[in-house]
């Protein structure tokens, strides 16, 4: 030890010391016998096998074993779990020699910490013994015993091991009060930087987690009054989250998100239009709506739905086995929510012709006659009355939506776009014990594009009298509440052919040569004129009064000027928790990536998409160049430059299937379906994202992007209890089983809001 000394003690010879002349004749006499034997005098003999080791004798083992270690207090040592205690270890030299550079190994298990794991003894005198104090950390997950095994050694010696055992104490305290529900024996997710921990007990009182560990601890926190979740070892997660689900009404004509042969898709439009509730109408001009459509998924590949096939329904049964005889216009709704396709009365309806101009901002098909052909892209137009709505239609619909998303285990919604009817309906929920979500509940703002400044701070005026108005709100009835702080602007549409309104840096190129040898040259059209160009003064008066702004940004030059247009009300407007998002990103320019980061924007990314199918292939390809396609939703990118990235389905353009998203995040592969135009193979796989990324984007990245991560989105003690246990282990299964995943309870502020009719927790 520092500053120890002691004298270092000479080896001892192997003969006794005898004194003059004797001592060199004794010497003289063991060599004789080498010297003196002739060789020839000795018969020649085979070679002798080589001799045995000398047997260790038990003075020799003794020797070896010359220390000897010993914990004062007994063979156990128990310590609360979590906690840290102080051990004493006694090392005694047994020898007549001084023991040097003497050194004690501690070994460990089960998570057990000491501290340090290889104490410094130094020199130990003979028959004397020296103490040295270790501390140990039991894991707060500790359940039982596990060894703790001392070693000593030094020049030359060493001991025995000498092990001990350490665990908890069995004879904790009951906690006060006592937890309302106790989950055991279940593997409990929590993020612990890019990857995650378990732990194996949550406790939940008064809608809050007051306990994560071990299933040792949480029972402190059960009396005659708690409810015990037994998990077996499932997997229990903070709830999901949806930054961008629009949700629906019951359709009028569903068609599946497939597409399919003509025949199909009349089929199915046919079946519509003579159901008992529709049939009464077949001889009216009430619009018939039909909605998620998958257009390219038609077939055979290239196939494209217009008036002349959908004419086909509004004539008689003998004339077409698809006619009905219906006088009724009639407009199906491609999934994406930016194309449309109608039958020619719709286009009679709404009054357009040859002569109709063609929009800035959107896009009309024509026949070679110029007249529409029935093919439209971020177009709307009177294609006649609707049929009146059932009582109560919307906000009944508004209801089969939330208990839709909690079935999938989804515990926050941010819904964009949004009006003063919405606000109702979401306070109507409240109180009446129907909402079981964290709302957020966004207004539309894109009117605060190509206004002054007046304008702009007079809508924004009648944007925060709602907000005052309802932001907040809650009721007892219901565990959720509703938020009102966020507003929707559209910046462009969609870049697919043939609308192309996703706006570009580059224009769209076009095939001047044929199908089967194409030849691409640019063409003269960027998509949407302007982007958000003109919204510079609203977007710095919505962000002065603190509005978060969640932009729809589909191309590169849209993301650049929704970007340019945040930089600018930061640079203006003084300081403050600034989230505003960008959704859908499909395109991001490289350069543009360290800016969200920079500007405090989130990545809103609808990660389902990031698959090989119609949009990501036959729709852009060509019209694109390899180079932007290669980077299609750089969810990599962003996350490696420090980006917030939240999940968003944008249900209903696709549909509500959050696990298909947090698989499809990480492999970039797609489930192959020809009706839904979805191919083999992964989509860019180098921005492929991992699993904890992929949960955290929906979960604790939703929660960041709706300014609730303290309060949920994660596993920790003092946020609420947002949780749910699903059928699988998603860190055993192969990612391509994760869209598999079941949801078997949904909990909210630590009240069960579903719970599996088919698997139920006891």
Excluded at 10 to 31: D, E
Excluded at 345 to 355: F, K, S, T
Excluded at 426 to 431: E, F, G, N, V
Excluded at 534 to 563: A, M, P, Y
């Amino acid at each position: 030890m520092v500053g120890v000394h002691e004298a270092r003690v000479r080896p001892r010879s192997r003969f006794r010391a005898l004194p003059g002349t004797a001592a060199v004749a004794a010497l003289a006499v063991l060599a004789v016998p080498a010297l003196t034997a002739p060789a020839q005098s000795r018969p020649e003999q085979a070679p002798q096998a080589q001799a045995a080791p000398t047997p260790v004798t038990k003075q020799a083992a003794a020797r070896k074993a010359a220390l000897k270690i010993k914990i004062p207090g007994g063979q156990n040592v128990q310590v609360a779990p979590g906690q840290s205690t102080d051990v004493k270890v006694k090392v005694v030299n047994r020898t007549d020699r001084p023991a040097r550079k003497v050194r004690i190994q501690v070994q460990t298990a089960a998570d057990i910490v000491a501290v340090p794991a290889t104490l410094r003894v130094g020199r130990i005198k003979a028959r004397r013994a020296r103490s040295v104090t270790v501390r140990l950390s039991l894991p707060e997950l500790a359940e039982g015993f596990s060894p703790v095994t001392f070693t000593a050694k030094g020049v030359r010696t060493k001991s025995k091991k000498r092990t001990i055992q350490f665990g908890p104490v069995s004879n904790l305290p009951a906690m006060t009060p006592s937890a309302d529900t106790v989950f055991l024996d279940g593997k409990v997710v929590q993020y612990r930087g890019t990857g995650a921990a378990f732990a194996r007990a949550v406790a939940v009182r008064d809608g809050r987690i007051v306990y994560v560990g071990s299933n040792l601890q949480a029972r402190r926190w059960i009396d005659s009054h708690t409810k015990v979740v037994p998990l077996g070892g499932r997997t229990l997660m903070p709830g999901l989250g949806d930054g961008h689900l629009h949700g629906v009404r019951a359709p009028q004509c569903d068609l599946g998100y497939e597409g399919g042969t003509i025949e199909t898709v009349l089929g199915k439009i046919k079946d519509c239009l003579q159901r008992a509730d529709q049939a009464p109408h077949l001889a009216s001009n009430n619009r018939l709506s039909v909605t998620n459509f998958m257009g390219e998924g038609m077939l055979p590949a290239g196939t494209r739905l217009d008036r002349h096939i959908l004419d086909r329904l509004s004539k008689t049964p003998a004339e077409d086995p698809f006619g009905t005889g219906t006088t009724r216009p009639i407009v199906v709704g491609h999934m994406d929510g930016h194309k449309s396709y109608t039958n020619t009365q719709a286009i009679v309806n709404a009054g357009l012709d040859e002569d109709t101009p063609d929009p800035s901002d959107g896009f009309i098909g024509r026949g070679e006659d110029g007249y529409p052909n029935g093919q439209f892209a971020d177009f709307s137009a009177n294609w006649g009355p609707s049929l009146p709505s059932a009582p109560d239609a919307a906000y009944l619909g508004l209801v089969e939506n939330i208990e839709r998303a909690n079935s999938y285990g989804i515990t926050q919604v941010f819904r964009p776009g949004g009006s003063q009817a919405d606000l109702d309906r979401a306070k109507r929920l409240a109180d009446e014990g129907k909402l079981t979500v964290h709302l957020n509940q966004g207004l539309s703002a894109s009117d605060v594009r190509g206004v002054d400044a007046a304008e702009a701070a007079s809508i924004v005026d009648g944007l925060n009298a709602r907000r005052d108005q309802f932001d907040g709100y809650a009721n007892p009835a219901s565990p959720g509440e509703l938020a009102v702080d966020s507003v929707k602007i559209f910046c462009d549409g969609v870049p697919e052919f043939p609308g192309q309104t996703a706006a570009m840096e580059q224009p769209y190129r076009v095939n001047v040569g044929t199908p089967e040898n194409p030849r691409w040259v640019s063409g003269d059209r960027r998509g949407e004129e302007p982007s958000c160009e003109d919204g510079t003064v609203g977007f710095t008066e919505l962000d002065q009064e603190h509005w978060t702004i969640h932009v729809h940004s589909l191309g590169n030059r849209s993301t650049r000027v929704t970007l340019d247009n945040f930089e600018r009300a930061k640079a203006q407007n003084p300081a403050w928790d600034r989230r505003h998002t960008i959704t859908h990103l499909q395109f991001v320019n490289e350069e543009d990536v360290a800016r969200f980061k920079e500007l405090d924007v989130v990545a809103s990314m609808s990660l389902q998409w990031a698959q090989r199918d119609a949009w990501s292939t036959e729709g852009i390809e060509g019209y694109l160049t390899p180079k932007i396609l290669s980077r299609l939703y750089p969810a990599r990118e962003l996350l490696d430059a420090g980006v917030t990235v939240a999940a968003g389905s944008d249900w209903p353009v696709t549909d509500l299937m959050p696990w298909t998203q947090i698989e499809t995040a990480i492999d970039r592969t797609g489930e192959v379906s020809a009706a839904k135009a979805i191919y083999p193979g992964a989509l860019n796989p180098a921005q492929g994202i991992s699993l904890v990324e992929s949960l955290k984007a929906s979960t604790l990245g939703v929660a960041f992007q709706l300014h609730q991560d303290d309060r949920t989105g994660s596993i920790e003690t003092g946020k609420l209890a947002d949780l749910i246990v699903i059928d699988q282990d998603l860190f055993s299964i192969p990612t391509e089983k994760i869209s598999d995943t079941k949801v078997l309870l949904t909990m909210l502020k630590g009240q069960v809001v579903y719970s599996s009719p088919t698997t139920p927790l006891n």
